[in-house]
């Protein structure tokens, strides 16, 4: 047996279990991860508690829970390529990835993507890649985001928006990033100008840039993208990864699945560079999962939440 995260109701934190299952193995085409990070995203606990978030990826009750995982591989099935026994790993495994195995095809399918982790990248680090990295990169890549523009990122303080901010100034990019007022010094650390969120966002964007806004990226709801359109920016230059209603006409909804297939090998180089840094807030055991929920959930935490896993006791 094995332990893994599993929900039988949709819901709140409450409804995450750890327990015991049966322990999965590598078939042919497939390679098993011993997993020992899982990093949160607002998507694990969005599909969690809402049948319709769920829905749309094909997810039923009951199910396990989170998509970002790190960790050893320990069994290659017949035929399976591109790994062997003992390779450091991270990728995402939809609805699997909080538990002590998890099992993934090779060749690795777009939407379950596998990577080596490069020498030097923590098993912690390397669980909060996939969705984060793979989303700011693909909001970024659909606005042709380029040196001497001046980006405006809806929801830097984020997940998410920490990796967009910090893509953004590496292509070359002045970033103007909204949040709450309480994660200002948090966002400047980062070299993003910070701007409160909210009724008026348009008249501090004209006041800490005069010049204009050449380009756009809503990480959270459509008020950034709202805003943008407003301070002139062509609606082909800005993107949103909203999941709920549809963009104003023009805007770029785009999400990880569009990132290019060298995001993930750029994030890795600029982490190894030290040009890319990552801010992980807490780190709970995997016997905390509801206490790790509920402090993401509250959307008040500064970077990413990641769950450990040591090896079951038999």
Same mark, same amino acid.
């Given at each position: 047996?094995?332990?893994?995260?599993?929900? @039988? #109701?949709?819901?709140?934190?409450?409804?995450?279990?750890?327990?015991?299952?049966?322990?999965?193995?590598?078939?042919?085409?497939?390679?098993?991860?011993?997993?020992?990070?899982?990093?949160?995203?607002?998507?694990?606990?969005?599909?969690?508690?809402?049948?319709?978030?769920?829905?749309?990826? $094909?997810?039923?009750?009951?199910?396990?829970?989170?998509?970002?995982?790190?960790?050893?591989?320990? @069994?290659?099935?017949?035929? #399976?390529? /591109?790994?062997?026994?003992?390779?450091?790993?991270?990728? /995402? +495994?939809?609805?699997?990835?909080?538990?002590?195995?998890?099992?993934?095809?090779?060749?690795?399918? =777009?939407?379950?993507?596998?990577?080596?982790?490069?020498?030097?990248?923590?098993?912690?680090?390397?669980?909060?890649?996939?969705?984060?990295?793979?989303? #700011? =990169?693909?909001?970024?890549?659909?606005?042709?985001?380029?040196?001497?523009?001046?980006?405006?990122?809806?929801?830097?303080?984020?997940?998410?928006?920490?990796?967009?901010?910090?893509?953004?100034?590496?292509?070359?990019?002045?970033?103007?990033?909204?949040? +709450?007022?309480?994660?200002?010094?948090?966002?400047?650390?980062?070299?993003?100008?910070?701007?409160?969120?909210?009724?008026?966002?348009?008249?501090?964007?004209?006041?800490?840039?005069?010049? $204009?806004?050449?380009?756009?990226?809503? !990480?959270?709801?459509?008020?950034?993208?709202?805003?943008?359109?407003? !301070?002139?920016?062509?609606?082909?230059?800005?993107?949103?990864?909203? =999941?709920?209603?549809?963009?104003?006409?023009?805007?770029?909804?785009?999400?990880?699945?569009?990132?290019?297939?060298?995001?993930?090998?750029?994030? $890795? @180089?600029?982490?190894?560079? /030290?040009?890319?840094?990552?801010?992980?807030?807490?780190?709970?055991?995997?016997?905390?999962?509801?206490?790790?929920?509920?402090?993401? #959930?509250?959307?008040?935490?500064?970077?990413?939440?990641?769950?450990?896993?040591?090896?079951?006791?038999?």
């Amino acid at each position: 047996m094995s332990r893994a995260v599993v929900y @039988e #109701a949709f819901g709140g934190p409450e409804v995450l279990e750890l327990r015991e299952v049966p322990e999965p193995h590598a078939g042919p085409g497939e390679v098993r991860v011993r997993v020992t990070a899982a990093g949160l995203n607002p998507m694990d606990w969005g599909i969690a508690s809402q049948p319709e978030a769920a829905a749309r990826f $094909g997810i039923d009750v009951p199910a396990g829970f989170g998509y970002d995982f790190a960790g050893v591989v320990d @069994e290659v099935g017949a035929r #399976a390529t /591109g790994f062997a026994v003992g390779d450091r790993v991270y990728g /995402g +495994a939809l609805g699997r990835a909080v538990a002590d195995f998890v099992v993934v095809k090779t060749p690795a399918e =777009a939407t379950e993507p596998l990577w080596r982790t490069p020498e030097g990248v923590s098993d912690e680090v390397a669980s909060t890649l996939p969705v984060a990295g793979m989303t #700011a =990169a693909a909001a970024l890549a659909a606005i042709d985001l380029r040196s001497g523009d001046t980006v405006l990122v809806g929801g830097a303080a984020g997940g998410v928006g920490v990796f967009a901010v910090q893509l953004a100034q590496l292509a070359g990019a002045r970033v103007i990033g909204t949040a +709450a007022e309480s994660t200002f010094a948090f966002l400047r650390k980062f070299g993003a100008e910070p701007v409160a969120y909210g009724p008026g966002l348009a008249d501090r964007v004209r006041a800490l840039a005069p010049e $204009g806004v050449t380009a756009a990226t809503d !990480l959270f709801g459509m008020e950034t993208a709202e805003t943008a359109l407003a !301070l002139g920016v062509p609606p082909e230059r800005i993107s949103t990864i909203a =999941a709920g209603p549809h963009p104003p006409a023009g805007v770029r909804a785009t999400g990880g699945f569009d990132a290019g297939p060298d995001a993930m090998e750029r994030i $890795g @180089e600029a982490l190894l560079a /030290g040009t890319l840094t990552v801010p992980i807030a807490a780190t709970f055991p995997i016997e905390r999962i509801r206490e790790a929920v509920t402090l993401q #959930a509250g959307r008040h935490v500064h970077g990413k939440v990641v769950i450990t896993l040591r090896p079951a006791l038999h």
